[in-house]
């Protein structure tokens, strides 16, 4: 029997001299596991866009619109990663990316994925019918996410605010999205599913999916601030066109 | 290397040794006490904050009641919190500016105390400013234009007081007072100041019908064309009835109290305040950050037809170029109705939350 204490102290020594060894690593030949970072980062173009740009910087629209962001929050959920062979992995449920300072959330880390080629990434942008169940979700019912029931329901897919016009007579614009209100008490699904290109997962893989902010406002139709500003949640054209815009935004950026 | 398990050996004997000793002192066994979360809660929003090094115990909360109640932490025995945050008005006051002892007023108006545990980011005062529950109760009693007294002043008290030492030993098994204890004695009591039953909530739980004029108020309050109230006050699903965030809701074109940009330093944030519950409206005039309207009707005229556009306006105040969302007489009437019927009045009544004897 080997003393109590001089247990510790071999226990002690041994994980102090693995400390010490970091730079020989030994990789296992067998895992076939590995961790996957996803991030949410946002451009205007190619101009890669953050809180810090919030309030500040001056955006010019396709339709020639100047504009500020105050607030940049969205749903995703149903984060798939496909193989070739029909086999997926889904990521998590659902995830809130909001890109306000303090509380910022743009990023998602899942461990034990198999590490390999995969040939694409689906997400659904907001909920599905499925999904979209009034109330369902403590947390998002905390962070005041719902839709109003008088609009059918359930959860906002997007929250994205600012003003536009000259400095001094600027207009607030809420281009928030959801459900659509067709007329009272008949509702239209408004999610849409995003699929983007895949990538090889190794041990340690960081994605990026990058939504490009400038394509709500541009493809295939050119946003008028002046005609869609708000309230847009009840204005079922605007809804539409969002959704139809919304489909280019995203795109995978750098993999490493 | 051989150095360093030495001393870490010598820590594992260290704090072997001190184990022992606390034990022998170990003589008090507060009853814990975790919070009561309502049914209406449970099933809409998250758990509330749990303070790990605060735990929740009968004993510990009777304390922060008795200390709430008690003048004796102010520097000439005349006020205590609940002078400006009495059970009546849902722990705030009817002043628009708190005077404190010294017969100062604030410039800013007192803040009606309850749910305070489902404040998720814990962000406390108008401003933000305070970090958690025990951090803020460090303020007031120091703060020269409310309590205005010293913390050593006001442990001295205590510990020379024929009840308290027993008290806090019963609470924390220490008879040595300190700021630290006193302050989460108190946030303990706070934490149990939950309101949650509303003729709204009851509503909720089907134990009674609302008024069609109330209800009609709630669909003004959730219409993104009419009231438009819901982005930042809450709704069904989130009966808390605040974001507890940040936002300028169009009061002013410049501003006098520049709120969470003072703590931030960030002049996007200037004119921004916390959004207040809208629980308990019918005890809580005058109403905003600084009092300024007397009545119900007075915010609710704000929102119709008086916003004030300004640098850091919140786009969601959508129509400030119309001066407001324009609401109707009657959806003005319904509205008002429907925001009373948030107003708990078991809460204020409820014989825990009195000053005890």
Not at chain 2, 253 to 278: H, M, Q, R
């Amino acid at each position: 029997m080997i003393p109590f204490k001089k247990l510790v102290l071999i226990v002690l020594l041994v994980s102090f001299l693995g400390c010490d060894d970091n730079e020989n690593t030994i990789i296992d030949p067998i895992t076939t596991i590995g961790t996957i970072t996803v991030d949410f980062n946002h451009y205007w173009g190619s101009e890669k866009i953050t809180s810090a740009d919030f309030n500040t910087t001056t955006f010019t629209n396709e339709n020639n619109d100047i504009q500020t962001i105050s607030k940049l929050k969205y749903l995703i959920s149903n984060l798939t990663l496909h193989k070739a062979n029909g086999e997926s992995l889904k990521l998590n449920d659902y995830y809130l990316v909001d890109l306000a300072g303090l509380n910022s959330n743009t990023s998602i880390t899942v461990s034990d994925v198999p590490v390999g080629n995969y040939s694409s990434v689906s997400f659904t942008f907001g909920f599905n019918e499925a999904d979209n169940i009034e109330g369902a979700y403590l947390d998002l019912n905390s962070a005041s996410w719902n839709w109003p029931a008088m609009l059918g329901g359930g959860y906002h897919f997007m929250q994205f605010e600012g003003k536009y016009g000259t400095t001094g007579t600027e207009n607030p614009y809420a281009y928030h999205m959801g459900t659509a209100r067709v007329s009272t008490d008949v509702f239209e699904q408004n999610f849409f599913d995003v699929s983007i290109n895949g990538f090889i997962m190794g041990e340690e893989t960081s994605t990026e999916i990058k939504m490009d902010i400038s394509e709500w406002f541009k493809n295939p139709y050119t946003w008028d601030l002046s005609v869609y500003s708000t309230p847009l949640m009840t204005n079922y054209d605007a809804q539409l066109l969002m959704n139809q815009n919304g489909q280019s935004v995203f795109s995978l950026g750098v993999v490493n | 290397m051989l150095k360093r398990i030495k001393i870490i050996s010598l820590i594992f004997i260290f704090s072997s040794c001190s184990e022992t000793g606390i034990e022998t002192y170990t003589a008090y066994s507060p009853t814990p006490s975790p919070l009561n979360i309502p049914q209406i809660f449970a099933s809409t929003i998250l758990p509330p904050i749990q303070s790990i090094d605060n735990p929740q115990t009968e004993e510990g909360v009777q304390l922060g009641r008795k200390l709430f109640f008690d003048t004796i932490l102010s520097v000439d025995d005349s006020q205590s919190c609940a002078s400006c945050h009495s059970p009546e008005n849902a722990f705030t006051d009817t002043d628009r500016f708190s005077e404190g002892i010294d017969g100062i007023l604030g410039n800013r108006n007192s803040m009606p105390l309850f749910n305070m545990a489902w404040n998720y980011d814990n962000k406390f005062f108008w401003d933000g400013r305070s970090f958690g529950l025990e951090k803020q109760a460090l303020e007031p009693v120091i703060d020269p234009i409310e309590m205005h007294n010293t913390w050593s002043n006001a442990v001295l008290s205590l510990q020379n007081d024929l009840e308290y030492p027993q008290l806090f030993f019963d609470a924390f098994g220490t008879l040595v007072i300190d700021s630290l204890l006193v302050t989460k004695a108190i946030s303990q009591f706070e934490r149990t100041l939950i309101s949650s039953n509303s003729r709204f909530d009851k509503h909720l739980l089907g134990e009674i019908t609302l008024t069609a004029s109330e209800l009609n108020g709630f669909n003004v309050f959730m219409d993104e064309t009419k009231g438009d109230c819901f982005h930042c006050h809450g709704s069904q699903n989130n009966p808390l009835w605040t974001d507890n965030n940040f936002h300028n809701n169009g009061l002013d074109a410049t501003f006098l109290d520049l709120g969470l940009g003072i703590i931030t330093g960030d002049p996007n944030d200037n004119g921004k305040f916390k959004s207040p519950s809208l629980r308990n409206l019918k005890f809580t005039a005058p109403f905003m950050h600084d009092g300024r309207f007397a009545s119900l009707d007075d915010v609710i005229n704000h929102y119709s037809e008086g916003l004030i556009n300004s640098l850091t306006i919140d786009p969601l105040m959508k129509s400030v170029n119309d001066g407001g969302v324009q609401l109707s007489a009657t959806d003005k009437i319904d509205l008002k109705a429907f925001l009373l019927s948030l107003s708990d009045d078991e809460f204020i009544n409820n014989p825990d939350f009195q000053a005890p004897n």
